[in-house]
Every structure is written in structure tokens, then in C-alpha cells.
T-cell receptor, first 115, second 115 residues
Framework: DAGVIQSPRHEVTEMGQEVTLRCKPI?????LFWYRQTMMRGLELLIY????????DSGMPEDRFSAKMPNASFSTLKIQPSEPRDSAVYFC?????????????FGQGTRLTVV | AQSVTQLDSQVPVFEEAPVELRCNYS??????LFWYVQYPNQGLQLLLK????STLVKGINGFEAEFNKSQTSFHLRKPSVHISDTAEYFC?????????????WGLGTSLAVNP
């Protein structure tokens, strides 16, 4: 398996534009997590899905952020409209069952810059 | 609420020297403990985890960690580091129950191994 695949690796966009980040989890994993990493706040869990169903989205910063998982092999994180403070590295991770006692496998991340 | 403190944001060390990266958490009730490593421009990968049993846990790349319940600590150690160990190290704690269980992350410790 190629691991968790995220695209794009880098994204530069102007403030106010819509941004869509994509993630393909490892085949057979049924839990998917979206994280945001910044120097100031470290690694923050935004939302996670189990069996394609959102379980907890309390980490989503505001209504500008939305995430979907239409099937077991694909998820998107959308920011509309984007703002400079959204600049960060966004990671997608997947695991077999929830990650509380099993390993989470991370993608290489999407580095988002909003100018 | 659970919190995780990584006491050192940066640890410089010379090659072949021993290293300890410190991690403390706030609650000792039914926790699972993890160390992840992030190499430059990569996602995180699991180094080791403590779920139960022996308090000394061995992980990949020669790392080990010791769970100390009375001190609520889970420090990571390696007796002799290599240049390739240069990376960011994250401690994480899982507590709660059922769908309320979450991973709480420390802010990371940057290990710089110098020749």
C-alpha cells in the first residue's frame, strides 16, 4: 500500500478563495482524521470519521471549514473563504478502528499558504 | 481536561550521546501513551506506545520510554543518537472512554543531532 495520500502537497491561494484538500486513506482503514499543524498551536485535531461518518468535529475552527467523506477511500477538507490565519500544514491520518490504542498512519501533509 | 507538556522545545545533542525527551501529562486515570516522530517534510509515524503491562516500552530505531504513573510522565530515551534521529518528536496521550476518547498532543520537541 502506498500509505495515506494527500493532495496537493503545497497550495498557495489568495484570501477569500476556496481551498479543497484531499486525502486517500490506507485501504482497509475505517477511521480518518484531519489535523492542522502550526508553530504556535502545534497539532490540532479538526475532525475525525469512523466508517465514513463524522464522529467529532468540535475541533473545526469555524463554519468556513467543512469536511466530507463520501466513501471509504476519499475525504476532503474545504475552507471557504480562506484567510491568512488558515496558513498551516494540514495532515490526514487513517487507522484501523479509532486511534486510541492503535497506530495512526499520517500522510505527508498539505502546506497551505493564504496570502 | 487532559493536557500534555513536553518540557523542552529544542534539544541539541552530539552524535553518539544519550538523549532524554521529557513528557508529562495531567491525568493518570486510564491513559494510553504514545511517542511519534516527524522527519522534515514528512507526516508523523509511531515510535512506541504504552497501553498496559510493563512500564518500559521499546520502540523502533532504538528508542524506549518509561511510563511513570506516580509522576505522570512518559519520557523518551535513546542511549546513543545518530544524525538521522534529527526530527521533531511528539508525545500524545489518549484518555476518556468510548467515542469520548481523544488523542491529546504535546507541542513537540525538536531534536538536533550534531556531528
Amino acid at each position: 500500500d502506498a500509505g495515506v495520500i494527500q493532495s496537493p502537497r503545497h497550495e498557495v491561494t489568495e484570501m477569500g478563495q476556496e481551498v479543497t484538500l484531499r486525502c486517500k486513506p490506507i485501504s482497509g482503514h475505517n477511521s480518518l482524521f484531519w489535523y492542522r499543524q502550526t508553530m504556535m498551536r502545534g497539532l490540532e485535531l479538526l475532525i475525525y470519521f469512523n466508517n465514513n461518518v463524522p464522529i467529532d468535529d468540535s475541533g473545526m475552527p469555524e463554519d468556513r471549514f467543512s469536511a466530507k467523506m463520501p466513501n471509504a477511500s476519499f475525504s476532503t477538507l474545504k475552507i471557504q473563504p480562506s484567510e491568512p490565519r488558515d496558513s498551516a500544514v494540514y495532515f490526514c491520518a487513517s487507522s484501523f478502528n479509532l486511534v486510541w490504542d492503535t497506530e495512526a498512519f499520517f500522510g505527508q501533509g498539505t502546506r497551505l499558504t493564504v496570502v | 481536561a487532559q493536557s500534555v507538556t513536553q518540557l523542552d522545545s529544542q534539544v541539541p545533542v552530539f552524535e553518539e550521546a544519550p538523549v532524554e525527551l521529557r513528557c508529562n501529562y495531567s491525568s493518570s486515570v486510564s491513559v494510553y501513551l504514545f511517542w511519534y516522530v516527524q522527519y522534515p517534510n514528512q507526516g508523523l509515524q509511531l515510535l512506541l506506545k504504552y497501553l498496559s503491562g510493563s512500564t518500559l516500552v521499546k520502540g523502533i530505531n532504538g528508542f524506549e520510554a518509561e511510563f511513570n504513573k506516580s509522576q505522570t510522565s512518559f519520557h523518551l530515551r535513546k542511549p546513543s543518537v545518530h544524525i538521522s534521529d534529527t526530527a521533531e518528536y511528539f508525545c500524545a496521550v489518549s484518555d476518556g472512554a468510548g467515542n469520548n476518547r481523544k488523542l491529546i498532543w504535546g507541542l513537540g520537541t525538536s531534536l538536533a543531532v550534531n556531528p
